[in-house]
């Protein structure tokens, strides 16, 4: 059906991803994996002291964050899912949207054939972080592989992702394992849980608006979270992190997603280039042990 389907032909593409959709989300779930969720969920529940534990249903497929393509944003995910019913229900639907008309459009665009696409459905417990953001395994400025970048911000990653606020940025060296520049934004807004599992944006108080949103051990922290990301997967990362406060501080770092940097990861790089890299960040350190730039944004 999908795979014979004209997506230029908007109708029919409206109503073959509406029928996809509906066959996938009206399908009841197996009994032995209602079991095997319903029991996962109760185990997670139950380890932290806590009924109906909300948790992100998130969806990971196949054709997804290839080093050739990006899928980020094609398939659902959802935040704050309280009880095992309603993560049976969210499952199905992130497994349905596999079958959106931006998803299918996009596979045809990228030639991935229907056959192949899949989805798995990862299901993690919520965090409220104090501070969220991203890091890349190398500089997306300019592909240095001996950097990691960092942006932070206070609250929920949204605001950092959607462009909300500008984030706090830090440049990691890899190789000696400084802090190397620090721009330090007027951090506006941030992404807050309200009472009803509701993500809302509030005004930051003045007296955070200019402080650096991480300390330089969390810094640290979250550039040895991506390295090890980076050396797991064997490529560099793109990767989505929280510090949550509830957690003891030699473990509060997050990874909440990974996925492959498919900017600089496309080009060519040779040898020599790497090499030349991370030889100028060792003799960078070497001459100047204390260079690190720090900027303030007002």
Not at 83 to 93: D, F
Not at 167 to 177: A, H, I, T
Request: net charge negative; glycine share 6%.
């Amino acid at each position: 059906m999908v795979a014979d389907l004209d997506v230029t032909d908007g109708a029919a593409l409206t109503r073959v991803s509406a029928e996809a959709r509906d066959t996938i989300t009206g399908t009841p779930l197996p009994a032995w994996l209602t079991d095997q969720l319903d029991e996962a969920y109760a185990t997670l529940s139950e380890r932290r002291g806590q009924a109906d534990l909300p948790v992100a249903v998130r969806s990971s497929a196949t054709c997804e964050d290839q080093p050739d393509a990006s899928f980020a944003g094609e398939h659902d995910t959802y935040l704050w899912v309280r009880s095992a019913e309603a993560v049976r229900e969210h499952l199905l639907r992130c497994w349905a949207s596999l079958y959106t008309e931006r998803a299918i459009c996009y596979r045809r665009q990228m030639r991935y054939g229907e056959d192949g696409a899949a989805m798995s459905v990862g299901i993690q417990q919520m965090v409220m972080p104090r501070t969220s953001g991203v890091a890349f395994t190398l500089n997306p400025i300019n592909g240095d592989r001996s950097q990691v970048a960092i942006d932070a911000s206070w609250g929920l990653g949204e605001a950092v992702v959607s462009g909300s606020v500008t984030p706090d940025n830090f440049l990691v060296d890899k190789v000696m394992g400084d802090i190397t520049s620090r721009v330090i934004s007027d951090k506006t807004v941030e992404h807050v849980l309200d009472g009803d599992d509701r993500v809302v944006e509030r005004e930051v108080d003045e007296a955070r608006r200019t402080v650096p949103s991480l300390s330089d051990e969390e810094i640290r922290a979250v550039a040895a979270l991506a390295r090890r990301a980076e050396k797991h997967y064997g490529r560099p990362q793109d990767v989505e992190w929280a510090i949550d406060p509830a957690l003891p501080s030699d473990a509060n770092v997050v990874l909440l997603q990974a996925r492959p940097e498919t900017v600089w990861s496309r080009k060519k790089r040779d040898v020599a280039d790497c090499s030349a890299d991370t030889f100028s960040s060792i003799v960078h350190n070497l001459l100047h042990p204390s260079g690190t730039q720090t900027v303030h944004l007002h």
